[in-house]
């Protein structure tokens, strides 16, 4: 199908969308109920019509007649509902109906939530291990096993093994005869064999490019800019005959000033196709490797241009951590390896409370870097230190989740201390006598005991006080974890860590009182009503101020506030919106459901670990996905997707492992950024320090949709089309999918073109939730746009006349998917 067709197809579904946005969650059932209300009942022409109620997980609606109350109900078995309606016969004698469902199991229920919670949505092999295999794991044993990450073995962040020469290839139309290779930042790569050849075999026909082997002297044939001089010919390291080029770059290019560069003799005929091909030796200095004809955005998606990873996809991780790790990565390398981790990762809660505890604490990756930008001449320190902030932050607190007596106190001393927050609520301009109030406004505000929760504004002005002392400087690599360390001479040139620094001379070292003569409120009830939780600090001088910040955190965390704001949220992440902090009288007998569940996460948090401590994560957590609430459809389809979990979800959607290697869905992670960037989701850059929003109208708007399906049908426009880049240039060709081989993984080879089982493979797949009766209308919808031509008319081209293995058949099964993935169903979790 022309993909041009897919956009114009799916934007007739988003009016709708929006609609289905604006009226919120749908009716939720207990996880027995087979009943609902009707929506509505009319009567025309003699014919009773029921809107069946729109209910989550049903399998199918059976409607029951009787004549009288009081009378049994008798199923219709000759008229079974259409969709969300029923239409009775004509001239059919008065009486009274009802529906009643066929639900999905309670098991299926919980898994479905399960998968969409403490994932980032399942993967095909996922879903039939925990739901539909023949030997599924049921939710239970997939909890139990994410709940303890530490036993999943992983492997992303290896090092990277010694690898053999990659090919690289690219079809297009000539936009002029210059040829450009350069490396986007600085580093280095070896190439080999590269041909320009008329039409689109590569390798096939006469190279167009001179000196091409690369085994003649550069001069004469490749023109050298200033930036690449120290590129020469290797005869250590080739694919082919006696050299290669090591192109090294000391400054990243972009043009002819900045590249490697040849003029094509005699010239290309502009606008005809040719294929330019080469082979790179894998390595880890560096990023990228573009190569192309100068022009190339003259044909947008169709020109000769490609800019690929110095290092094949499967291995990035690795590569990008040890960058991460020597302190060498930009901003993007950190999103890049991080939405990798989501999207690959087998510890799948891992990874979404690694989002929750960023988005909680959170932090902004451009303030780090301005005010760094103050400190020190050398433009580019700036950038790689705040990347490094943000990344110590996410290692520690990975090292916090990984440990089963992980507590809160422990996440909390981890924000206190890093370098990225002192930062960020400016503690590093703080001092006696003119403290800065901001961080200890959003302590008690949104880290630990949540707006006008049993703190008032004296209790700010005082706990500001204890942190004036706290810096961040560079320190000797030594003494990188002694915050009493005197920095190093120069900033610039020293080698060092940039992190938390204590200055006795900037703190104020008077006495503190902080919540003075405050109890704990009655609604709270035993154990913890009528405590007092006045905080007294005494005056210190010297190094022992310091400890005033750690005081401060020892008492907040396990306050009876902090458990309930911080079950609160965690409630509001894995169950529903609908849970508020500073409300619940949990004394009342009427207490709903969700108050009852905050409070078993308070009890939960009270009882201690292995370890003897309190505010145990792991307990609170179990409480939470064994709940009543979690296993239900309480929570089934009741959360919309933030920008970040549709784009992974998505990914994850169609990532299926192939027996010889490989998978049927992948992603670089760049080619991630820029999706979230239009979405308004920039990873480790809010300004607010409240996070990102997790209520859907904050989400969902008639943009937000438009944007979302873009996205989903350039991930499904093949990475051989050089329509890939025509909307998001080289930021998204590296999000791929390949969904005709997800179908011959999973269907018989003679059910590739019944377009049914098409159908209903894909509405299992990614709708495993919302049980058949819900599928009806998509269904329908599915089997019209597999059985019609780009013209749209129904049954214009039926879906079994094409041939698997044909270009049609593949570009109708990719716009079908595309279109599944932008429907207001797959923004539900």
């Not at 290669?244 to 900045?258: D, E, N």
């Not at 005809?272 to 004809?293: D, E, F, I, K």
Request: charged share 20%; with cysteine.
């Amino acid at each position: 199908m022309n993909i041009r067709v897919w956009l114009g197809r799916l934007l007739g579904r988003l009016a709708w969308a929006f609609l289905w946005a604006l009226a919120g969650p749908r009716a939720g059932l207990g996880a027995e109920a087979t009943s609902a209300a009707l929506e509505g009942i009319a009567v025309r022409d003699g014919k009773v019509t029921l809107a069946l109620p729109k209910v989550v997980g049903i399998e199918a609606w059976q409607v029951e007649t009787t004549p009288a109350l009081g009378q049994s109900f008798a199923p219709v078995l000759d008229n079974p509902p259409a969709g969300y309606a029923w239409t009775g016969p004509a001239g059919a004698p008065a009486g009274f109906f009802r529906v009643r469902g066929e639900s999905l199991s309670p098991e299926a229920l919980w898994a479905v939530v399960a998968l969409n919670r403490l994932a980032y949505g399942p993967t095909p092999d996922l879903l039939e291990r925990v739901l539909t295999g023949p030997r599924a794991i049921g939710a239970a044993a997939y909890i139990a096993e994410q709940l303890a990450p530490e036993s999943i073995p992983d492997t992303l962040d290896a090092p990277l093994p010694a690898l053999d020469w990659q090919f690289v290839s690219v079809t297009g139309v000539a936009s002029s005869s210059t040829l450009y290779l350069y490396l986007p930042d600085p580093g280095d790569v070896y190439l080999d064999d590269l041909t320009l050849v008329a039409g689109s075999v590569p390798e096939q026909g006469l190279n167009l490019v001179r000196n091409g082997d690369f085994e003649a002297p550069l001069a004469g044939t490749w023109n050298v800019s200033t930036n690449l001089s120290a590129s020469h010919l290797s005869t250590e390291y080739k694919r082919g005959g006696q050299s290669s080029l090591h192109l090294v770059a000391s400054t990243g290019g972009t043009t002819r000033s900045s590249a490697l560069w040849q003029e094509i003799s005699p010239a290309l005929k502009v606008g005809q196709t040719y294929t330019l091909s080469y082979w790179y030796l894998p390595g880890t200095n560096g990023t990228h490797l573009t190569a192309r004809l100068s022009r190339s955005g003259d044909y947008p998606g169709r020109g000769i241009d490609t800019t690929h990873s110095l290092v094949p996809t499967a291995y990035l991780p690795g590569v990008l951590f040890a960058r991460l790790q020597a302190g060498q990565a930009r901003v993007d390398d950190l999103r890049a390896w991080y939405l990798m981790h989501a999207v690959r990762s087998e510890r799948q809660l891992l990874q979404t409370l690694l989002q929750f505890t960023d988005n909680h604490f959170v932090t902004q990756y451009s303030k780090s870097r301005e005010w760094l930008d103050g400190q020190v001449t050398n433009s580019l320190t700036p950038s790689l230190v705040a990347t490094e902030f943000e990344f110590r932050e996410l290692l520690r607190w990975r090292e916090i989740w990984l440990n089963p007596n992980g507590t809160f106190l422990d996440l909390l001393r981890v924000s206190a201390e890093s370098p990225a927050m002192i930062i960020y609520l400016d503690t590093v301009t703080s001092r006696g006598g003119n403290a800065n109030e901001n961080y200890s406004r959003e302590l008690l505000e949104l880290f630990t005991m949540g707006v006008d929760n049993g703190y008032d504004q004296t209790d700010i002005e005082q706990m500001s006080r204890a942190w004036t002392g706290w810096r961040v400087d560079k320190l000797p690599p030594d003494q990188a974890h002694n915050p009493f360390a005197n920095r190093v001479a120069d900033r610039d040139n020293d080698p060092g860590v940039w992190t938390l620094r204590y200055r006795a001379d900037r703190h104020d070292n008077g006495a503190k009182v902080i919540f003075r003569g405050k109890t704990v409120p009655a609604r709270f009830g035993p154990p913890y009503a009528g405590r007092n939780y006045e905080l007294r600090l005494p005056a210190r001088s010297g190094n022992a101020g310091m400890q005033d910040g750690y005081d401060i955190l020892n008492h907040l965390a396990n306050l009876p506030q902090t458990q309930e704001y911080i079950s609160v949220k965690l409630c509001r992440w894995f169950v529903h919106e609908d849970f508020h902090h500073g409300l619940y009288d949990f004394n009342a007998p009427d207490l709903g459901p969700e108050g009852r569940l905050v409070r078993a996460c308070m009890e939960a948090w009270e009882n201690p670990g292995s370890d003897g401590r309190k505010g145990n994560l792991r307990r609170v957590l179990h409480t939470i996905f064994h709940s009543d609430l979690f296993r239900s459809r309480a929570a089934l389809a009741q959360k919309v997707k933030t920008p970040l979990e549709y784009v992974v979800s998505t990914l994850r959607a169609l990532r299926a492992a192939r027996p010889g290697g490989g998978f049927t869905a992948d992603t670089d992670g760049y080619d991630l950024i820029t999706s979230l960037r239009r979405l308004n989701m920039p990873l480790f850059d809010r300004a607010d320090p409240d996070g990102w929003p997790e209520t859907g109208r904050e989400w969902i708007s008639t943009s937000a949709l438009i944007e979302r399906a873009r996205f989903a049908q350039n991930f499904l426009i093949a990475a051989r089309d050089p329509l890939k880049q025509l909307d998001f240039g080289t930021t998204g060709d590296d999000n791929v999918s390949d969904p005709v081989g997800l179908l011959r993984l999973r269907l018989p080879a003679d059910q590739l073109r019944n377009s049914e089982a098409v159908a209903d493979f894909f509405l299992g797949l990614f709708f495993p939730g919302e049980g058949r009766a819900n599928w009806q209308p998509d269904r329908e919808l599915a089997l019209a746009f597999l059985n019609s031509a780009d013209s749209g008319a129904p049954g214009s081209s039926p879906f079994a006349a094409l041939a698997p293995d044909s270009t049609a058949y593949e570009n109708r099964v990719r716009g079908l998917v595309a279109l599944l993935l932008g429907l207001p169903r797959f923004q539900e979790q």
